[in-house]
């Protein structure tokens, strides 16, 4: 069994060494949403998640906001968006441009 133990342990640290680290893979997951990437690197993704749960965890959960997302504006309910109201973004740029010509 220790031998079981050991090889285990070899492969995780193969994978570990030819794979992205967490980091890396966290912005992969990112970039996947918006372009596709290629095989290879898809590839070496997918072994990553193999030997990290976390990474794996996060990558799902990313895709769920990426699409449950564009709906929620839309939900009954859902707070108006927050902003400056206009009248406040003109006395913005009147102070600002009163600023300038000081």
């Known amino acids: 069994m220790k031998w079981l133990q050991s090889l285990k342990m ?36 997918r072994l990553h998640h193999l030997i990290c749960v976390w990474c794996l965890r996060y990558e799902k959960h990313l895709r769920l906001l990426h699409h449950a997302a564009p709906g929620l504006a839309d939900a009954p309910g859902t707070p108006a968006p927050r902003g400056l109201s206009p009248e406040a973004r003109e006395r913005i740029l009147q102070r600002l441009r009163e600023e300038s010509r000081h």
């Not at 992969?28 to 290879?40: G, K, M, T, V």
């Open 10 to 45: 070899r492969w995780v640290v193969w994978v570990w060494n030819h794979t992205p680290n967490c980091a890396e893979m966290s912005r992969l997951a990112s970039r996947s949403l918006e372009q596709p990437l290629p095989f290879r690197l898809r590839w070496r993704m």
